[in-house]
C-alpha cells in the first residue's frame, strides 16, 4: 500500500509539473429556459512539449477543504510549450441542487480551487497519465 501511495504521489507531481490550471473568476448567467454557473480558467502547459488535450477534475471546497461540487475538467485544443490559454467554461445550474447552490452563492475568494489532472496527450503522440 506504501509503494502504490509513494507511486501515485510521484504520477500526480508529474502530472502537475506539465500543466496547471486555475480559475481566476466565477458567474452565473441566466438563460431562457436554463441557467448556468460560468467560470474563466487559465492553463499554462509548463511542459516542453505541444499539448494536444488534457483531462482531470477541479474540486471547489469552502475554506475548511469540505467538498462543494467536483467537475470533470476536459480541454481538448493545442496548448504551445511554455504557453498558456484563457478558457470560459460553464456548467447547467440546478436550483434543487444544494451543491449548485452553495457553488453559484459563494464568491470565488471563499472558495478552494484543486486542479487534479488525469491525463495530459501531446501533440506528437505521447502522453503521461
Known sequence: AEKAAKEEAERFK???QSVMVSCYQKGFSEGDYEDYITYKFVIQNKSDKNIRAIKGTITFTNLFDDEIKTLT???DQP???GQEVN???TTDYNQFMD???TLK???L???KVIWEPEKIIFEDGTSLE
Open 87 to 89: 478558457w470560459n467554461a
Open 99 to 101: 451543491d449548485d447552490q
Open 73 to 75: 475538467f476536459v480541454y
Open 109 to 111: 475568494k471563499d472558495l
Open 14 to 16: 508529474r502530472l502537475n
Open 105 to 107: 452563492n459563494k464568491e
Open 79 to 81: 496548448i504551445p510549450a
